[in-house]
């Protein structure tokens, strides 16, 4: 259960930055992630943590 807490929280941060940078960089990320691009506010984290934070935000922006 640790470790799924501690997913979500990683990926609530990563989402948070993001956010932060406004709406059409939101967008912007989104391409690039689907991309495969290298985006600097999920460099630090696992392609899992990645993946859900790529979900959270289409969900965010839909």
């Known amino acids: 259960?640790?470790?799924d807490h501690d997913l979500m929280n990683?990926?609530?941060?990563?989402?948070a930055r993001i956010c932060d940078?406004?709406?059409?960089?939101?967008?912007?990320t989104i391409e690039m992630m689907e991309a495969?691009?290298?985006v600097a506010e999920v460099?630090?984290?696992d392609d899992a943590t990645r993946?859900?934070?790529?979900?959270e935000l289409?969900?965010?922006m839909s």
């Open 36 to 38: 495969g691009e290298e």
């Open 51 to 55: 993946q859900e934070v790529l979900l």
């Open 21 to 28: 940078l406004g709406c059409a960089m939101v967008y912007r």
């Open 58 to 60: 289409k969900a965010v």
């Open 10 to 15: 990683q990926v609530d941060a990563c989402v």
């Open 1 to 3: 259960m640790n470790s």
């Open 43 to 45: 460099a630090a984290v």
